[in-house]
């Protein structure tokens, strides 16, 4: 946990305290008032729930120089991400550019292998093997705030600090067995966390921006393991980590009223050199 407090302190310090944002700098992002405020945007990836903590090795009763044990074998399963929503610039605060809204939704999923043994003097004897599973499909809410750091008129590193929270409205398990000496846990349905993203942004049209980017959970709100960033499942605990790609869409300014017929150059604040035009 402390390792990835340091990890967003170091990217946002490093954003806080470097170039920042400076309006009078054009960036990738839409200026107004050639371009909206506000606009929609996309996303589509994949999560995978990387293994961080378990019981790889349990004892369970115990019958004169006979024991029972069990070893198990977690692995997470790559899963779908997809997100839809609405952004709205920010000019004037900073190094932050844009907050934005929406759902997402994603598909957990992973199993535990395990195997059975009874030990004695003499040797180990095998009994039963075979492996547990779990599949959770979440649907959520979340709001989000972005800072930029520029890397050129088209590119910009992206910093991000948001939360969500949700409900799995489709939750499976697969049981081969209950595993003696072992604590069965499950993610609760309820979910909901605070995270980091960091992706790097280009505008690859007038009206595109895509930005790859990963996500990491840095600390849960609700769930069974006290704030912790990760998800207990049977034995294990697990950190879902999202690799995805956002598309927002810029809105073109359609002026409501014509100017007078008098009015001469353009109005105040268009820029004939806007980037992406």
């Known amino acids: 946990m402390r390792l990835i407090l340091l990890f967003v302190f170091f990217f946002v310090g490093s954003t806080l305290f470097g170039q920042g944002y400076n309006r009078k700098n054009k960036d990738a992002f839409p200026q107004t008032p050639r371009f909206e405020k506000t606009g929609l945007y996309f996303g589509l990836g994949a999560n995978h729930p990387f293994h961080v903590a378990s019981i790889k090795k349990a004892e369970g009763t115990k ?51 395990f195997e059975n043994q009874i030990t004695t003097p003499t040797g180990n004897v095998p009994l039963l093997a075979g492996e547990n599973s779990f599949s959770d499909h979440f649907l959520n809410a979340h709001v989000e705030i972005s800072g930029v750091n520029k890397l050129s008129d088209k590119t910009f590193l992206q910093h991000t600090i948001g939360g969500q929270a949700g409900y799995g409205i489709l939750s499976k398990r697969n049981y081969a067995t209950n595993l003696p000496g072992l604590e069965q846990k499950t993610q609760n349905r309820l979910h909901s966390y605070i995270y980091y993203r960091l992706g790097w942004g280009a505008r690859v049209s007038k009206k595109l921006i895509i930005i790859p980017s990963i996500e990491v959970p840095i600390l849960n709100a609700y769930t069974f393991n006290s704030g912790r960033y990760d998800m207990p499942y049977f034995n294990s605990h697990y950190w879902p980590i999202t690799f995805s790609v956002r598309f927002l869409l810029c809105r073109p300014y359609r002026l409501k009223n014509c100017p007078p017929v008098d009015a001469l150059g353009l109005p105040d604040g268009f820029d004939r050199d806007e980037p992406g035009k």
């Open 63 to 113: 019958i004169g120089d006979s024991t029972f044990i069990t070893n198990s074998r977690p692995s997470g399963q790559l899963g779908v991400f997809a997100e839809f929503g609405r952004y709205h610039m920010i000019e004037n605060l900073y190094f932050f550019r844009y907050w934005n809204y929406g759902i997402n939704y994603r598909w957990i999923h992973g199993k535990e292998g």
